[in-house]
């Protein structure tokens, strides 16, 4: 079933939304060279529980972790630990908050300068995708178009779209239906409604397609040791279009 939220409802859901994008906007100041990704994720720890919030991922399905840091060749869902930045390094942030009941999902990719020219090209191209895929999140609409609309703009540059992992409803739960892939065909799926928040998040490989998950049990990884970029917004549909829930405090929201 897939829930429709109330104005009060995405209310919420902007609120916990907007302590995600400040996390994101301080540990994208953070990520340095030499700086370790516990750093990072005591840092997000501090901050969302500062605002009395809790940190989604924190022992969901056991993750050990505030935040999923993802570094170069990882995909998702990888662990903090004392590793620390490197010049040339890609990383991926995943980022969650439930501030009274409610749950934003958002995702960023940066890069340790100076880095690899096709290392800002994938990062750029999987933004462009992920906004590609909100313009087509809109009433009358279908799921479908939301993947048609992610892959178009990454088949232009013959990226691996992986397709293990997808979009999802959130809501009071990080996962809620519908599953929203990044590819598809336009006018297949369910019909978009309003009131329907979801997680868009394309993760985008320079190479091929394909990942596996570590021994760890978490960390995702390609398959071809290629890097990996990820980006991520949570949404509400409306009837005027859609609105971006995890943009940051200070941001001005339509
Ligand atoms: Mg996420
Ligand atoms: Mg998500």
């Known amino acids: 079933m897939i829930e429709r939220k109330s104005t009060d409802n995405i209310k919420k859901m902007r609120a916990a939304g907007a302590i995600v994008g400040d996390t994101l906007r301080m540990l994208r100041g953070m990520a340095h060279e030499g700086v370790s990704l516990r750093e990072l994720d005591r840092a997000a720890e501090a901050l969302i529980k500062g605002r ?3 940190p989604t991922f924190k022992g969901y399905h056991g993750f ?13 869902h990888g662990i903090p630990d004392q590793r620390k930045l490197k010049k040339g390094d890609l990383l991926s942030i995943d980022c969650g908050a439930t ?20 290392l800002s090209e994938l990062i750029e191209t999987t933004k462009r995708s992920l906004f590609a895929g909100i313009e087509a999140a809109k009433v009358g609409n279908r799921v479908g178009d939301i993947g048609a609309a992610i892959e178009a703009v990454l088949n232009e540059k013959h990226y691996g779209i992986v397709r293990d992992y997808c979009g999802h409803g959130v809501g009071r739960k990080l996962h809620e239906d519908p599953q929203v892939p990044n590819y598809g065909k336009v006018g297949s799926g369910p019909r978009i409604q309003s009131g329907w ?34 980006y991520e917004c949570s949404i509400a549909i409306l009837d005027g279009g859609s609105e971006i829930l995890t943009l940051t405090s200070t941001d001005e929201h339509p």
């Open 52 to 54: 009395g919030a809790w």
């Open 197 to 230: 928040t979801l997680a868009l998040e394309p993760m985008v490989n320079l190479g091929g397609d394909d990942v596996h998950t570590l021994g760890n049990g978490w960390t995702v990884v390609t398959d071809d040791g290629k890097a990996s970029a990820h």
């Open 99 to 118: 501030l009274d009941g409610w749950v934003g999902d958002a995702a960023i990719t940066l890069l340790i300068e100076p880095a690899a020219a096709e």
């Open 64 to 76: 050990p972790a505030s935040l999923c840091l993802s570094v170069n060749h990882e995909v998702v």
